[in-house]
Nanobody, 121 residues
Framework: QVQVVESGGGLVQPGGSLRLSCAASGSIFSINDMEWYRQAPGKQRELVAH???????NYADSVKGRITISRDNAKNTTYLQIDSLEPEDTAVYYC???????????????WGQGTQVTVSS
């Protein structure tokens, strides 16, 4: 079993910054992709940033230049730094990880419960 827990959300004024964390724990052999999504009220969930275990990092065009994704493989954790926050960034931010639970296993997706980010003055 794998648990995924996001943290770091909160209420921030426009122009502020936040750093979200997502920690995976449990039966983990390796983690390939780590991704951040967000879902604003009344909108579909959208991919914000993607960081593979090796290879190119990708960002949604809507957040490019304001968001930085990183990962600490030793801690099975990914981070999302969001700068110059705008009211339009208000959403629940979710983390998804692609986990291999054993050397010979396939890869499985696990989602966290989400962390609320509210940008308002």
């Amino acid at each position: 079993q794998v648990q995924v827990v996001e943290s770091g959300g909160g209420l921030v004024q426009p122009g502020g910054s936040l750093r979200l964390s997502c920690a995976a724990s449990g039966s983990i052999f390796s983690i390939n992709d780590m991704e951040w999504y967000r879902q604003a009220p009344g909108k579909q969930r959208e991919l914000v940033a993607h960081i593979p275990s090796g290879g190119r990092i990708n960002y949604a065009d809507s957040v490019k230049g304001r968001i930085t994704i990183s990962r600490d493989n030793a801690k099975n954790t990914t981070y999302l730094q969001i700068d110059s926050l705008e009211p339009e960034d208000t959403a629940v931010y979710y983390c998804k990880v692609l986990v291999r639970v054993a050397a010979s296993s396939g890869e499985y997706q696990y989602w966290g419960q989400g962390t609320q980010v509210t940008v308002s003055s």
